[in-house]
């Protein structure tokens, strides 16, 4: 599957080491190919290629959103429609707007006719490459109304060690949001190892 990630930071960064190591060939699309933070990224995966975010989603059967909220409707207005396309936001945001829309509102607005998921939110992007090998399988949530993009995230995150849960609706993006600060309170007691997990009994 060719996955292309907007944003090469340490989200998009994480992201793009778990895919690439369980054989999905990666894109970042990046509106400077050339920066420092761009280069570090494709030095740690020596597959993967930087484009602008335009040619990065040419081709991708997954687009990622992974870029700071701020930069989102810069990114959005360099690429094509992505009606009928799978995306998955792996954003959170934080700023004076996150107590009344998430970044997941954000892309239904601007982004007429894709096929939204929110997943890879909820967990620091250390734990993204590293997931496979936990002890007891994090969990990764998965909000969404299209049945296809739910289901291509979840599997995604099944690939690369998660456990796959599914949370509901798209409107549960915001919930999801606001999980993570939740996960920032526990990374400063146990560390940014620290994950969701789901106890059975």
């Known amino acids: 599957m060719r996955i292309a990630i907007l944003g090469a930071g340490n989200v998009g960064g994480g992201l793009g080491k778990a895919f690439t190591a369980v054989g999905h060939d ?4 990046v509106r400077d190919p050339d920066s420092t933070k761009t280069q570090l990224a494709l030095a740690e995966i020596p597959d993967a290629v930087a484009l602008p975010p335009g040619e990065a989603v040419d081709g991708a059967d997954v687009v990622v959103f992974a870029v700071r909220p701020v930069a ?3 990114t959005v207005a360099e690429l094509p429609s992505l009606a009928g396309r799978i995306v998955i936001d792996a954003m959170n945001r934080f700023d004076a707007e996150a107590a009344a829309r998430s970044t997941t509102q954000d892309l239904a607005q601007l982004l007429p006719g894709a096929k939204l998921a ?3 939110n909820t967990t620091g992007f250390e734990n993204y490459p590293t997931a496979a090998a936990r002890t007891v399988p994090a969990v990764m949530f998965v909000a969404g109304d299209d049945p296809d993009a739910k289901r291509v995230a979840m599997a995604l995150a099944s690939e690369i060690g998660f456990r796959p849960e599914d949370a509901g609706g798209l409107p549960n ?3 999801l949001e606001e999980m993570v600060k939740v996960w920032l309170a526990l990374a400063q007691v146990h560390g940014r190892t620290v994950a969701f997990a789901i106890s059975e009994g």
């Not at 990666?26 to 699309?29: M, S």
């Open 72 to 74: 989102i409707n810069a």
């Open 118 to 120: 929110k997943a890879f």
């Open 173 to 175: 993006a915001k919930v």
């Open 26 to 29: 990666v894109v970042f699309g």
